[in-house]
């Protein structure tokens, strides 16, 4: 499945204004340009303009058509500061706190997002990933109904038999070191979601463990069997199977032999780790050891879009990760 090709086409179709609060490093503004020669999205930079297009002239980038808010002058600023007291009141937020927290753009940015004047966010080649969860969980939070904000990471890999034609969702990689049944089972419904998002296909999740349906029985292998009956119970519709071992959720051979009868005859392409030890270890060992390809990593479970990227990021990296948040946007509003 040509993944890269396909989000930027499908974003293409319904383009969306997408905040990049990190103008100081080149390679946002290199994949800015790229992003409006393609046209699926419309970069919202934040920064004083002249600066940012003096910038770019000088590495002979256009940024033609991106729109620009100065963080640090914006007339916004106070109705942000006062709306992100509101919703913060509980942990101590005071005015004063939140009016220096519009000195930095990615709170800037989240709240342009929460406010709808922007439809998406992307940030991090700068920022720690903590930093980013900070300000979008704090400014933004969860969906209504969503127990965990969670990431999820797409991955080609060699074999065209397995997942869908080599394309495969792993989740959580980032974020929930130990999840609950009930968070485990938000992180599957949401990788579900994820994925009919940008890919547009049938999901198919195998809530992973190292037990097939009873083959051992402990608190780990339960809790992950408890996280399968609400995802069941949640969405009926939805093809999932758990408990499940990694071999027979994704080999038909050994699903035949291990779990006959399973929804997912061995044809799972979206994995769901039981903690973060293994979803984070089993998404580099596929890309380190089996020869996987990295696709875009994508923030879930938001109230509004914002993606987190890493600071080793490409510019390849990012415009995709743009043309993700897009395709969140526009699945949120329709
Ligand atoms: C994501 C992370 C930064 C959140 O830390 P935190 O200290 O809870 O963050 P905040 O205080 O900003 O959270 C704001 C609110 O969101 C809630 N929250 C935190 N994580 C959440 C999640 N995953 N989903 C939903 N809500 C979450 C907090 O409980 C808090 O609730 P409150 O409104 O009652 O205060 C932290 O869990 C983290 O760093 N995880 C990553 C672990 C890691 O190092 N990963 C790297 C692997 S590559």
């Not at 890269?4 to 080149?26: C, F, K, S």
């Not at 999820?152 to 990689?173: T, W």
């Not at 769901?272 to 020869?291: A, C, H, Q, V, Y």
Request: proline share 5%; with cysteine.
């Amino acid at each position: 499945m040509d993944f890269q090709g396909e989000i930027r086409r499908r974003a293409g179709e319904d383009p969306r204004i997408i905040v990049l609060p990190e103008t100081g490093d080149m390679r946002i503004l290199e994949a800015a340009s790229r992003v409006l020669k393609e046209g699926f999205a419309r970069p919202l930079l934040l920064g004083r303009r002249e600066e940012i297009e003096e910038t770019a002239r000088g590495e002979g980038l256009s940024l033609e058509g991106a729109l620009y808010r100065n963080f640090l002058s914006d007339r916004d600023r106070e109705d942000f500061a006062l709306a992100l007291t509101a919703r913060r009141a509980h942990r101590g937020m005071t005015l004063e706190k939140a009016r220096e927290r519009m000195d930095d753009p990615l709170w800037f940015g989240a709240m342009l997002v929460r406010s709808g004047q922007a439809e998406g966010m992307v940030a991090g080649s700068l920022a720690s990933s903590a930093d980013v969860f900070h300000a979008a969980l704090q400014a933004i939070g969860p969906a209504p109904g969503t127990e965990v904000v969670s990431v999820a990471g797409f991955m080609e890999i060699p074999r065209q038999d397995r997942g869908e034609e080599g394309l495969l969702l792993y989740a959580d990689c980032v974020v929930v070191e130990n999840p609950t049944a009930p968070q485990l089972a938000s992180i599957a419904l949401s990788s579900a979601l994820t994925w009919r998002t940008l890919t547009g296909t049938v999901p198919r999740v195998a809530l992973l463990s190292y037990s097939t349906r009873g083959s051992a029985v402990s608190p780990m292998t339960e809790k992950v069997r408890e996280a399968a009956r609400l995802v069941r119970e949640r969405d009926p519709g939805l093809i999932s199977d758990g408990e499940i071992q990694f071999d027979a959720a994704v080999d038909p051979g050994v699903a035949a032999r291990k779990a006959p009868g399973s929804p997912l005859g061995g044809r799972a392409n979206i994995l769901i780790f039981p903690d973060l030890n293994s979803g984070n270890s089993n998404f580099k060992n596929t890309e380190r050891m089996g020869g996987g390809i990295f696709r875009a990593s994508v923030v879930q479970g938001l109230a509004l879009p914002v993606n987190d990227l890493s600071r080793g990021t490409t510019v390849e990296t990012i415009v995709d990760t743009v043309a993700v948040t897009v395709l969140q946007a526009g699945a949120l509003h329709g």
